[in-house]
């Protein structure tokens, strides 16, 4: 007999994830939450016995719900020329909702998504924005893993060339780069380390995290990966986020952020990360699990 209770449960912790997916993809804060009802619909339905990833399942589903969105006659005729932000007065602030919309979606980016094709739409967001590698976006889009990268390619270079603005492919740069830090401190490898930081990085960790005389702030990447093992702990049990908008990570116990890690990229290089720990800042941030 199915676990109802269970199941609910394991959706409501990925909800804010699909609603953000649903929502880059379509641009419309009601076509989300719909997108997103019909995947519990849907998840009500299947043989979980045949599911072995429900993250990856559920991010499956919610991005073919939103093609055949994007595909409809419907939609197409009814797409306003202004996407729907979901700013509504008296609600209560989401930080997975507010997140997406810090992470530099305006007007003018989703005007230019709306010129691009359904499958040129899922491929650059699921990728350069939630950094979902082409091998899973393919049997979503019916394509090979070479042919959605050329799909997501040519959609960059619309993007970048038509928003006015830095474009989006930059975050799964940024989040590769990220991966990387956190591996190499895993690891213990110097080396690795070196590589993704640059030689003047600042790092800061609030003061209540560290050893009596350790300071704050330190600059320098001899500086920092000479002290890169007291980090190895909360590094161990990092997981990948979007913090404010910007790839990070976050320490999760009892289901709060105890920790979180911020970055600050310039080109391809670590200048500038930040260690957060007080309970006042963590209150602020904006956090989205992207794992």
Known sequence: ?????????????????????????????????????????????????EVGNLPGWLTTVVTRICLDLLRSPRRRRETPAD?????????????????VLADSVSRALFRVLETLSPAERVALVLHDVFAVPFAE?????????????????????????GAGEEPVADLAGHRRLVDAFLAAIRAGDTEALLAVLAPDVVRRVDPALLPDGVPAEVRGS????????????????????????????????????RLALTFRIVGDLIAEFAVIGDPSRLSRLTVTEVG
């Open 137 to 161: 976006i393919a049997p979503i889009l019916d394509r090979t893993p070479q042919a959605t990268k050329r799909l997501a390619s040519r959609a960059r270079a619309r993007v970048a060339g």
């Open 83 to 99: 996407p729907e932000l979901p700013d509504r007065p008296g609600d209560a602030a989401d930080p997975a909702r507010e997140a």
């Open 222 to 257: 001899a500086t920092v990966v000479a002290e890169a093992r007291t980090m190895s702990a909360p590094a161990r049990t990092a997981r990948p986020a979007l913090v404010d908008g910007s790839p990070g990570a976050v320490v999760v116990r009892d289901g709060h952020v």
């Open 1 to 49: 007999m199915r676990d109802w209770d269970a199941l609910a449960e394991l959706f409501e912790g990925r909800r804010d994830y699909l609603w953000a997916v649903a929502y880059r993809i379509l641009g419309s804060a009601t076509d989300a939450e719909d997108a997103v009802q019909e995947t519990w619909l849907r998840l009500q339905r299947a043989d979980l016995g």
